[in-house]
């Protein structure tokens, strides 16, 4: 089957019949699936997300076809997730299947429809409801399944840029539920510790690694203030202007604390023991044990919040934790917008 590109060109797709019904002729081919002497077919395309780490790869796409007397009509069927939230570009109640795909699905249909004929397409994804537990669905509000996305028809490999777009929406939804200040936070353990402090789990935006790119997305989106939250051996790299936090793209998280140990006049052997530490726990154990105390981890909080007040170009407040999720340091301004956060009606 060979489908229309949004960008040009074309795409030679496999798929195949997997359901149809009982007539007197012959099984549509792939090329006539609309042919009006057979009221309904289903056919099946299987997701191949190439090198792309992608949770939906493999996954059986189905496309139910149902004749009509005009127009193409698009549904979301079985383990297509159903938006639940403001803030996507989707209204409320719809099928999560984005407007390209969309445009693509009508563009291909369009191609061998018979004139002055329609139909009614159902999309399923048998196994979506299960996978979408693996996604940010559940927290876009996306609810049932997963969404049907893309820009391109085409899944570019390893794409770091994909997986870094794929976080933008949070943040549309966060503005749409009305927070105006929000949390930005790593990952799972800092949005649990942020669910037991009472925060709404609506105002709080996982970034992974992405620290610059999610602060970029708040200044272009019109986001008042942010919060940082997460481990200091993480978040502790922006001290050094880091906004990728991963070790393999940037690490330095020790000499960064070692330099801020001498500059607050730490005794040389504390300095030489953070350099020889082998996590950002031993050196949260090393300063903790010593007269700096927990005012040290306030002091870098208070230089992570300027750097990435910079790139905001807005209020930052920075809360460094340790692996329980329990606070180590906060910035000036970070008791503060934690309690915006936390009485806002959202």
């Not at 006539?32 to 190439?50: E, F, H, I, N, S």
């Not at 149902?66 to 997730?81: L, S």
């Not at 709404?200 to 272009?220: I, W």
């Not at 040389?268 to 020889?276: K, Q, T």
Request: charge should be negative; charged fraction near 20%.
């Amino acid at each position: 089957m060979e489908i229309p590109l949004p960008q040009g060109g074309r795409l030679c797709v496999p798929a195949a019949v997997v359901a149809a019904p009982a007539t007197t002729g012959a099984l549509p081919s792939q090329a006539d699936v609309v042919d009006t002497t057979v009221p309904a077919v289903t056919c099946q395309v299987d997701k191949d997300g190439g090198d792309d780490p992608d949770v939906t790869h493999g996954l059986a796409i189905q496309v139910t076809a149902v004749m009509a007397d005009q127009e193409i009509h698009i549904a979301g069927g079985r383990g297509v997730g159903i938006v639940t939230r403001e803030g996507l570009a989707l209204p409320v109640g719809e099928a999560a299947i984005n407007p390209v795909p969309r445009a693509m699905i009508r563009a291909a249909v369009a191609e061998v429809l018979p004139p002055n004929r329609g139909v009614h397409l159902t999309v399923e994804v048998p196994e979506g409801k299960e996978v979408s537990q693996r996604t940010l669905n559940p927290r876009l509000g996306i609810m049932g399944g997963i969404s049907i996305l893309g820009t391109t028809g085409i899944v570019e490999p390893m794409s770091e840029e994909a997986f870094k777009h794929s976080l933008e929406p949070q943040v549309d939804v966060a503005l749409a539920a009305g927070y105006r200040t929000l949390i930005l936070t790593p990952g799972r353990m800092g949005q649990r510790a942020l669910k037991e402090r009472g925060i709404p789990e609506a105002a709080v935006v996982l970034m992974s690694n992405f620290v610059g790119h999610l602060l970029d997305t708040c200044r272009q989106k019109g986001v008042g203030a942010v919060l940082l939250w997460g481990h200091l051996g993480k978040l502790v790299k922006l001290c050094g202007g880091i906004f990728h936090t991963h070790s393999a793209v940037a690490d330095g998280r020790r000499e960064i604390i070692a330099v801020h140990a001498a500059l607050q006049g730490l005794p040389l052997e504390l300095v030489r023991s953070i350099m020889e530490a082998n996590t950002a726990e031993e050196t949260i154990a090393l300063i903790q044990a010593s007269p700096a105390g927990p005012g040290f981890f306030d002091y870098l909080a208070e230089i992570a919040a300027g750097k990435a007040a910079e790139r905001l170009q807005g209020n930052v407040g920075v809360v460094f934790t340790n692996l329980k999720g329990e606070p180590l340091g906060w910035s000036q301004q970070a008791r503060n917008l934690a309690a915006q956060i936390t009485t806002a009606t959202g």
